[in-house]
């Protein structure tokens, strides 16, 4: 059972980390003239020039998740270790609090992480001038 459940945490972990934003192009005059294949290829030297000047595309889904872990953690040996005072066990409260707070960290971690990734914002703006220099309006990522 165990097993299963850790087989599909890493599963849904690797999509998420796989779907990525891209840049949505407005159909102007300059992107109906070199259609949806040579935006596509415009977009993805864009994004190598945006990578080669040092701007990293990951939204750092990973570190959220851990972050979210960690303050659970935090929060819940917290409200363990006042429950535990309350009934005079403060010890066994902060463990069982810190175990059920990073479950529900890593938990609320993994579902804020779903989804595609967004870009950070060095990335996308970098890939967006680019774009609008080489004649194309971005509307947005998706």
């Given at each position: 059972?165990?097993?299963?459940?850790?087989?599909?945490?890493?599963?849904?972990?690797?999509?998420?980390?796989?779907?990525?934003?891209?840049?949505?192009?407005?159909?102007?005059?300059?992107?109906?003239?070199?259609?949806?294949?040579?935006a596509?290829?415009?977009?993805?030297?864009?994004?190598?020039?945006?990578?080669?000047?040092?701007?990293?595309?990951?939204?750092?889904?990973?570190?959220?998740?851990?972050?979210?872990?960690?303050?659970?953690?935090g929060?819940?040996?917290?409200?363990?270790?006042?429950?535990?005072?309350?009934?005079?066990?403060?010890?066994?409260?902060?463990?069982?609090?810190?175990?059920?707070?990073?479950?529900?960290?890593?938990?609320?971690?993994?579902?804020?992480?779903?989804?595609?990734?967004?870009?950070?914002?060095?990335?996308?703006?970098?890939?967006?001038?680019?774009?609008h220099?080489?004649?194309?309006?971005?509307?947005?990522?998706?």
């Amino acid at each position: 059972m165990k097993r299963a459940w850790f087989s599909a945490v890493t599963g849904l972990l690797l999509l998420t980390a796989c779907s990525s934003a891209r840049p949505v192009l407005y159909p102007n005059a300059h992107f109906q003239s070199v259609g949806k294949e040579g935006a596509q290829q415009e977009i993805d030297a864009c994004k190598q020039l945006a990578e080669s000047a040092g701007a990293e595309e990951g939204g750092g889904k990973s570190g959220r998740v851990a972050t979210n872990t960690v303050t659970g953690a935090g929060i819940g040996a917290a409200s363990g270790a006042v429950g535990g005072a309350i009934s005079g066990a403060v010890g066994r409260g902060s463990m069982i609090g810190a175990a059920s707070g990073a479950v529900w960290g890593l938990l609320r971690g993994l579902f804020s992480a779903a989804g595609p990734s967004q870009p950070n914002q060095a990335y996308t703006n970098f890939v967006n001038r680019c774009l609008h220099e080489k004649g194309y309006e971005v509307t947005g990522w998706q």
